[in-house]
């Protein structure tokens, strides 16, 4: 599973490398890269939230179900992966306290700061039907891929 997984990410980090287009604004990058993950992994939603300039994330760019529009600081799965400056596994949703249920459909989750002079922007939300769909691999690449967007600056 997790050699196909890798080739996976192989695969789109390339694709993410191309689609990043320096000419256009943080809107078009952002939701191209959600639509490339989603196109790879078909997952249940996976999108973006960025820091506002009220400090709240604030939901960007994404693929899937209506969404949480405005999460606090500290709060979630999202809001503690902002607090924390670092990654979330979280392999069932149901036993991660505070988890913000935007789907009941949601059963596994990973959350991946993005980071832009050593500052969380933002970050990178994946949402799974299956328990436990995310692992290392997936925090290891998609940390890999979101430093690729960090030079973009974000409005919001
Ligand atoms: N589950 C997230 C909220 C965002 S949605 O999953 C899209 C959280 O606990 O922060």
């Excluded at 990973?110 to 949402?127: A, H, K, M, R, Y």
């Excluded at 299956?130 to 979101?146: C, G, K, P, S």
Aim: with cysteine; proline share 3%; charged share 20%.
């Amino acid at each position: 599973m997790d050699n196909s997984k890798t080739e996976h990410y192989k695969t789109l980090l390339h694709q993410v490398k191309a689609l990043i287009d320096p000419a256009c604004g943080w809107v078009t990058n952002y939701a191209n890269v959600s639509a490339a993950i989603q196109q790879t992994f078909q997952h249940w939603w996976c999108g973006f939230y960025f820091v506002n300039s009220k400090n709240q994330l604030e939901l960007g760019p994404f693929q899937g179900p209506v969404a949480c529009t405005l999460i606090d600081f500290g709060k979630g799965v999202c809001g503690k992966a902002w607090e924390a400056k670092q990654s979330i596994v979280v392999p069932d949703v149901h036993q991660f306290e505070g988890h913000i249920a935007c789907s009941a459909e949601s059963n596994s989750e990973i959350v991946v700061p993005i980071f832009s002079n050593g500052e969380v922007i933002g970050v990178l939300d994946i949402d799974s039907q299956e328990f436990d769909a995310f692992n290392e691999t997936d925090r290891i690449y998609l940390e890999e891929m979101v430093e690729l967007l960090a030079n973009i600056s974000v409005k919001i």
